[in-house]
């Protein structure tokens, strides 16, 4: 595949180039900390963080389907990864990435783009809110200074362990985390120019150098970071290792591509351009594959660095290279000096970032709806927070699923009908007064998809008017879909048709319903005699060729003489459309 920037780059000139620029470097200066953040919280070294920035930022950018997107570590995998660290090591987080990568390719490929849109929103909101207070509650031993406590997979025994020892809290990690939380939230107040999170982390790291403070800090921790990129090497690959890291590759697949295509939408209202979500899922496919052979862990896009990006005047992938290489040339400069950087001055950066993801606003929104949305935002939230965003992302998509299938079937209604002769505007009203009905025909409206969300309710209803009638017309003409469950209830409703001596007629059939029954054979074995186009010329053709015998309501034993259904207007219709 090939570099697509053709489209994203017509009327490029030198001044967007040089406004190209100075927005990678200032997107470049904001990710610097938060890609070191970021890879600390998910468990693994910060420059995990770094090369996953430079390598994944790059092709996000050259191969994606936004002109300004900025990828690279975001606080939305920090939940997945640092469990996948804990439970599979360092060799398989790479690994997940790179499949997860391949599985983003294929979405792009299966233009499954659009689908991830479906998505409900209280799910996204939920896993959204869960992983603020994941990745929130995981910097409280950062702040305070705790050090040398177990890691749990489970966020309540994490939590159980930081409050239990609290006692032990490090009075200068606690100084320096306020020194750094102070810089990150007056900056902004000050000048835009030099980011909050870049202000706190230097603060910070000269606090604790010139005062000689004891607290932990990534060298300490982590050792220093390398002045360069790692030549790439592939992970460790065997069949059982494919398996094993098979689940959450496909949760951080998913994760990707909700985070980074909300991360399109968003910039394209900030823009006013619009993006390619299936050649951005390929993009970031791409993008994560490469990070995996260069030690980098899986990105997606960065809202609040494509935020930034568009307010620095970006407006082309060529400032997102310009952020990679950015970092690459502060790595390669300034690595040695990186190892003084406290984690306590890095502990706010990540709990001011979980606060902006917690989605307050959104949470209290969604609690004003309806009970089922509240009830899938409250289980998704738990799920994420106290099992695992696995099985937070799968109840997630089952609930997507669940809710369409709920929601299609709710709209799917069936109606019991008579032809309108009071007002000719209307073909049909609907029958409120069973007393008042046809004893010898019913005519059925059906209004939305015949599938199998709808299909056992439609077939209860129809099979329920049969034993008291001779005629059935079902009127098809607002049934967009039949799916094979819809099929067989209506060979179900055919098969108790002959069986009762019923005779079946379809109406309005529309294109796609036409094809299923044809290729089923069920069209010929309903007759292709009783099917019509529209619901007029079916009652003329029962009137003129069926007798149905003696009417329940009257003495008359010839159908066309039924005074009942003379009442009803029928007959008058049919006589009207004759003439």
């Given at each position: 595949?090939?570099?697509?920037l053709?489209?994203?780059m ?8 040089r406004?190209?620029v100075?927005?990678?470097v200032i ?5 610097l900390?938060l890609?070191?953040a970021?890879a ?9 963080g770094l090369?996953?920035?430079i390598?994944a930022?790059?092709a ?7 002109r ?10 920090v ?24 599985m983003l390719?294929?979405m792009?490929?299966?233009?499954a783009?659009a ?8 799910v996204?909101t939920?896993f ?15 702040f305070f200074?705790l050090?040398g406590?177990p ?5 309540h025994l994490n939590l159980k362990?930081?409050l239990?020892?609290?006692?032990g809290m490090?009075?200068y ?10 810089g990150i939230l007056?900056?902004?107040r000050?000048t835009?120019?030099?980011p ?6 230097l603060?910070?790291t000269v606090?604790?150098s010139?005062a ?9 921790r ?5 002045r360069t990129?790692?030549l790439?090497s592939?992970p460790?690959?065997?069949f059982?290792s494919l398996?094993f890291?098979l689940?959450?590759a ?9 985070e980074?295509?909300l991360?399109c939408v ?7 351009d619009?993006h ?9 496919g ?13 990105a997606?896009?960065a ?10 005047g ?11 290489f950015t970092l ?6 300034f690595?040695?000096?990186?190892s003084?950087?406290?984690l306590?001055g890095?502990?706010p ?9 917690s989605e307050?606003?959104q949470?209290?929104h969604?609690?004003k709806?309806t009970?089922s949305d509240?009830v899938v935002?409250a289980?998704t939230?738990?799920l994420t927070v106290?099992a695992?965003l696995t099985?937070?992302v799968e ?7 669940v809710?369409?299938?709920?929601r299609?079937?709710?709209?799917h209604r069936?109606e019991?009908?008579l ?10 009203r609907?029958i409120h007064?069973?007393?008042n009905?046809?004893?010898?025909v ?11 969300g709808?299909a ?9 008017h049969l ?5 059935l ?13 819809g099929e ?6 055919a098969?108790?048709?002959r069986k009762?001596h019923?005779r ?5 059939l529309q294109e796609?319903?036409i094809e299923?029954?044809?290729s ?12 019509f ?8 053709f029962a ?5 149905l015998?003696?009417?329940s309501a009257?003495?008359f034993s ?6 009942d ?14 003439e």
């Amino acid at each position: 595949m090939g570099i697509r920037l053709h489209g994203r780059m017509d009327g490029y000139n030198a001044e967007r180039f040089r406004k190209d620029v100075m927005a990678g470097v200032i997107v470049g200066i904001v990710a610097l900390p938060l890609a070191m953040a970021f890879a600390i919280a998910s468990g693994v070294s910060p420059d995990h963080g770094l090369y996953t920035a430079i390598v994944a930022g790059a092709a996000i950018s050259i191969f994606g389907g936004s002109r300004v997107q900025i990828g690279g570590p975001t606080g939305a995998m920090v939940a997945i990864l640092s469990v996948v660290v804990l439970q599979y090591g360092l060799n398989n987080l790479f690994l997940a990435g790179m499949v997860a990568g391949i599985m983003l390719i294929l979405m792009g490929v299966l233009r499954a783009g659009a689908l991830i849109r479906f998505i409900p929103f209280p799910v996204t909101t939920g896993f959204t809110s869960g992983i603020a207070v994941i990745i929130f509650s995981g910097q409280i031993n950062n702040f305070f200074g705790l050090t040398g406590l177990p890691a749990h997979e489970q966020f309540h025994l994490n939590l159980k362990e930081s409050l239990t020892h609290l006692s032990g809290m490090n009075p200068y990690a606690v100084a320096t985390a306020f020194i750094a939380l102070a810089g990150i939230l007056m900056t902004p107040r000050i000048t835009k120019v030099i980011p909050g999170s870049l202000a706190g982390m230097l603060g910070a790291t000269v606090a604790v150098s010139l005062a000689g403070w004891s607290v932990e800090t990534i060298g300490s921790r982590f050792g220093g970071i390398p002045r360069t990129l790692p030549l790439p090497s592939l992970p460790h690959i065997s069949f059982s290792s494919l398996l094993f890291v098979l689940r959450p590759a496909f949760t951080i697949a998913v994760l990707g591509a909700v985070e980074s295509l909300l991360s399109c939408v968003v910039a394209d209202a900030k823009c006013g351009d619009r993006h390619d979500s299936n050649r951005e899922l390929i993009g970031q496919g791409i993008a994560n594959c490469l990070a995996s052979v260069f030690g980098g862990v899986p990105a997606t896009g960065a809202i609040a660095r494509t935020a930034t990006n568009i307010r620095s005047g970006g407006s082309s992938p060529v400032a997102g290279v310009v952020h990679a290489f950015t970092l690459l040339v502060i790595m390669m400069l300034f690595a040695p000096s990186a190892s003084r950087v406290p984690l306590a001055g890095l502990a706010p950066v990540l709990m001011v970032v979980a606060y902006n993801m917690s989605e307050v606003h959104q949470i209290k929104h969604i609690l004003k709806g309806t009970r089922s949305d509240i009830v899938v935002l409250a289980i998704t939230f738990f799920l994420t927070v106290f099992a695992d965003l696995t099985v937070a992302v799968e109840f997630g998509l089952l609930m997507a699923a669940v809710l369409f299938v709920k929601r299609m079937s709710d709209i799917h209604r069936i109606e019991k009908v008579l032809p309108d002769t009071s007002d000719p505007r209307k073909k049909v009203r609907a029958i409120h007064d069973e007393h008042n009905d046809c004893p010898q025909v019913t005519i059925l409206n059906v209004e939305g998809a015949l599938f199998f969300g709808a299909a056992t309710k439609f077939e209860q209803e129809v099979l329920s008017h049969l034993p008291l009638i001779r005629m059935l017309i079902i009127r098809m003409a607002r049934v967009p879909v039949i799916d094979a469950t819809g099929e067989r209830a209506l060979l179900t409703i055919a098969d108790a048709c002959r069986k009762n001596h019923v005779r079946m007629m379809i109406t309005g059939l529309q294109e796609q319903p036409i094809e299923v029954l044809e290729s089923t054979g069920l069209l010929d074995r309903i007759g292709r005699h009783n099917v019509f186009k529209r619901t007029g010329p079916a009652i003329d053709f029962a009137i003129s060729t069926m007798d149905l015998g003696i009417c329940s309501a009257c003495p008359f034993s010839a159908f066309r003489e039924c005074p009942d259904l003379k009442q009803r207007g029928i007959l008058e219709t049919a006589e009207a459309r004759r003439e």
